[in-house]
Nanobody, 121 residues
Framework: VQLQASGGGLVQAGGSLRLSCAASGRTYDDQTAGWFRQAPGKEREFVAAIRWIGGRTLLADSAKGRFTISRDNAKNTVWLQMNSLKPEDTAVYYC???????????????WGQGTQVTVSS
């Protein structure tokens, strides 16, 4: 599976960004797409995930009420709509593919390159 993330940038606090993850080469085992983020000096943390079939989602507590994950199976694309951004959302955001809907990054076997999100105060 190849994953291409895009859409990061610099935004003021309270603003919005939409990240995209284009997937290619998916197999039957790669049924979940996830977003993770990693800030400098911190561990990679779960943000959101979605099942390609059925669309069931999983969100981190920090994302609930502000972020929405969605997908388009025909386009093999997953989006992360981020609203009401805060400076603490600043991180490199990564998309990932795995078999199951999980918070644990080790459950995802494929990773795209990151896209930087910077939220200024």
């Amino acid at each position: 599976v190849q994953l291409q993330a895009s859409g990061g940038g610099l935004v003021q606090a309270g603003g919005s960004l939409r990240l995209s993850c284009a997937a290619s080469g998916r197999t039957y085992d790669d049924q979940t797409a996830g977003w993770f983020r990693q800030a400098p000096g911190k561990e990679r943390e779960f943000v959101a995930a979605i099942r390609w079939i059925g669309g069931r989602t999983l969100l981190a507590d920090s994302a609930k009420g502000r972020f929405t994950i969605s997908r388009d199976n025909a386009k093999n694309t997953v989006w992360l709509q981020m609203n009401s951004l805060k400076p603490e959302d600043t991180a490199v955001y990564y998309c990932a593919a795995g078999s199951f809907l999980r918070y644990d990054p080790t459950a995802y076997g494929y990773w795209g390159q990151g896209t930087q999100v910077t939220v200024s105060s």
